[in-house]
Nanobody
Framework: VQLQASGGGLVQAGGSLRLSCAASGRTISSWSMGWFRQAPGKEREFVAAISRSGARTYYADSVKGRFTVSRDNAKNTVYLQMNSLKPEDTAVYYC?????????????????????WGQGTQVTVSS
């Protein structure tokens, strides 16, 4: 199973990007999924998570109201719509799958909960 994030790029502050995370090898419909990011010199941090059906979501306070996580299980893809981007959103963004533990509300913010990680995509926000 592979997860591949895409959609990153360079955008001005206030702009928008939509990231995609496509899975290959098996369906992701039974997994909770998450987005994380890592800026240079910093630890990887949680951004957003979505339950397997998409009915439940959870966000980091820093992105709440600006980012929206969604999924299309028919396309085996998870999305992260990022609006009102700020320079501090600059990071490599990773998608990840929680294949074992199921939805745990705010527990989905812990990176240890995720056991399958994709390659990242760079997001750079200029001021």
């Amino acid at each position: 199973v592979q997860l591949q994030a895409s959609g990153g790029g360079l955008v001005q502050a206030g702009g928008s990007l939509r990231l995609s995370c496509a899975a290959s090898g098996r369906t992701i419909s039974s997994w909770s999924m998450g987005w994380f990011r890592q800026a240079p010199g910093k630890e990887r941090e949680f951004v957003a998570a979505i339950s397997r059906s998409g009915a439940r979501t959870y966000y980091a306070d820093s992105v709440k109201g600006r980012f929206t996580v969604s999924r299309d299980n028919a396309k085996n893809t998870v999305y992260l719509q990022m609006n009102s981007l700020k320079p501090e959103d600059t990071a490599v963004y990773y998608c990840a799958a929680d294949t074992l533990m199921g939805w745990g509300n705010n527990l989905q913010g812990a990176k240890e909960r995720y056991d399958l990680w994709g390659q990242g995509t760079q997001v750079t926000v200029s001021s």
